[in-house]
């Protein structure tokens, strides 16, 4: 059972867009839900995180949304560039030990 | 400072056979943490290491386990491999959560890809 859900699957955006990523989860034991960047051939990468007592956080280009009642969170990148164009995981944790993934979403940005 | 270093980097092996994978986790950091990703999914959690000790452990046969050695650097092994066992094994280090905020970032390593034919 896939606890953390994730989309769209791939997503296209124009040079100077705005990329959006949602994941769902049902688990409220979850308390922290950071985004991860995966480029090819490499680990991914922590990009951003939350915890459910903040409904937003933004670090330079990069907003995590986050709706507890809905127990949703999106990821949102502004003006999104071609070095953006990886793939992003959501994730959730209960105790910042073990982590739950979603299943990711291509994301290319065309110049 | 080199980061998490993952040996070797691919890996064919053949069902049924044994393989044992190799992880130095980041200077400083006590703590290691295996995934398996399949193609085109995201990681999923196979079992973390703190203190020489496994910690927590995900929905994985017995088939897999691990060892963390004093320098903290630490081992998979997977055994009688599949051919669902093909994956990409990443391996994650962090300094020892315990199990309240503020939680500290997991640095993975690039991976080891495994092929089993």
């Known amino acids: 059972q896939q606890q953390v859900k994730q989309s769209p699957q791939s997503l296209i955006v124009q040079k100077g867009g705005i990329s959006i990523i949602n994941c769902a989860y049902e688990?409220?034991?979850?308390?922290?839900f950071p985004w991860y960047q995966q480029f090819p051939g490499k680990g991914p990468a922590l990009l951003i995180a939350?915890?459910?007592?903040?409904s937003e956080k933004k670090e330079g280009r990069f907003t995590i949304s986050f709706n507890k009642s809905a127990k949703q969170f999106s990821l949102h990148i502004m003006d999104s560039q071609p070095g953006d164009s990886a793939t992003y995981f959501c994730a959730a944790s209960p105790t910042g030990n073990q982590f739950y993934f979603g299943t990711g979403t291509s994301l290319t940005v065309i110049p | 400072d080199a980061g998490v270093t993952q040996s070797p980097t691919h890996l064919i092996k053949t069902r049924g056979q044994q393989v044992t994978l190799r992880c130095s986790p980041k200077s400083g950091h006590d703590t290691v943490s295996w995934y398996q990703q399949a193609l085109g999914q995201g990681p999923q959690f196979i079992f973390q290491y703190y203190e020489e000790e496994e910690r927590q452990r995900g929905n994985f046969p017995d088939r897999f386990s691990g060892h963390q050695f004093p320098n903290y650097s630490s081992e998979l092994n997977v055994n009688a491999l599949l051919l669902g066992d093909s994956a990409l094994y990443l391996c994650?280090?962090?300094?020892?959560?315990?199990?309240?905020?503020?939680?500290?970032?997991?640095?993975f390593g690039p991976g080891t890809r495994l092929t089993v034919l």
């Open positions: 994650a280090s962090s300094w020892s959560t315990r199990g309240h905020y503020p939680y500290n970032e997991q640095f």
């Open positions: 688990n409220t034991a979850f308390d922290y």
């Open positions: 939350i915890r459910p007592d903040v």
